[in-house]
């Protein structure tokens, strides 16, 4: 019978002779991702026509801010958890950071940079100053682009005008100052405006 020495060599001989040395290991075949190349894109925003040039990877966000130059569209969380990032396709609110720029040609997008006209600020922008609906901001912008869809909702929808309900449909803007009760009662009061 082995002793407990020779048994714990010939088990390491026999571990050592089934391990393939590191130098002798066929090198796992490397995958490149490849880009696919930049294709045209045409997008209309804020009543303009742009042409650009991007990968087809590219997110809407990354194109307005990075490609356009129109950062008042936010980066949040990149992931569809924040709201930061909202802005509107054909009146619609999306998060810009979930879908592909290549994907939205032929619709018409707004920003927040697109809802003043003619040198005064919408209902909805004026309103969030009135009440000091935002403390550092961040969110403001998705916060106002939301809120903007969300009014042509309730109306759509003759939805009622109480605060929970209001809470309940902005749920996908998220302000990490805490400025819920005052962005409700701006939305309100302009909700009210319109009757
Ligand atoms: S940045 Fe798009 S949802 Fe947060
Ligand atoms: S005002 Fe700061 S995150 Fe909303």
Do not use: W
């Amino acid at each position: 019978m082995p002793d407990r020495r020779s048994f714990l060599q010939s088990a390491l001989a026999v571990v050592g002779a089934t391990q393939v040395p590191a130098a002798t290991a066929a090198a796992a075949p490397v995958r490149e991702a490849v880009a696919a190349p930049p294709r045209p894109v045409h997008l209309h925003i804020n009543g303009r026509d742009y042409q650009l040039s991007l990968e087809p990877r590219v997110t809407l966000l990354d194109a307005l801010r990075e490609h356009i130059g129109l950062s008042g569209t936010k980066k949040g969380c990149d992931r569809g958890q924040c709201g930061a990032c909202t802005v509107l396709a054909d009146g619609r609110r999306i998060n810009a950071c979930l879908t592909l720029a290549v994907m939205h040609e032929g619709q018409r997008i707004t920003t927040i940079e697109g809802l003043a006209q003619d040198g005064e600020l919408a209902p909805l922008q004026q309103a969030f100053l009135e009440h000091d609906a935002f403390q550092c901001g961040y969110c403001t912008p998705g916060q106002i682009c939301s809120a903007t869809a969300l009014l042509e909702e309730m109306r759509a929808d003759g939805a009622g005008l109480s605060d929970a309900e209001i809470r309940e449909r902005m749920s996908g803007n998220l302000c990490r100052c805490g400025a819920y009760p005052h962005i409700v009662a701006a939305i309100r009061a302009v909700a009210l405006r319109r009757g």
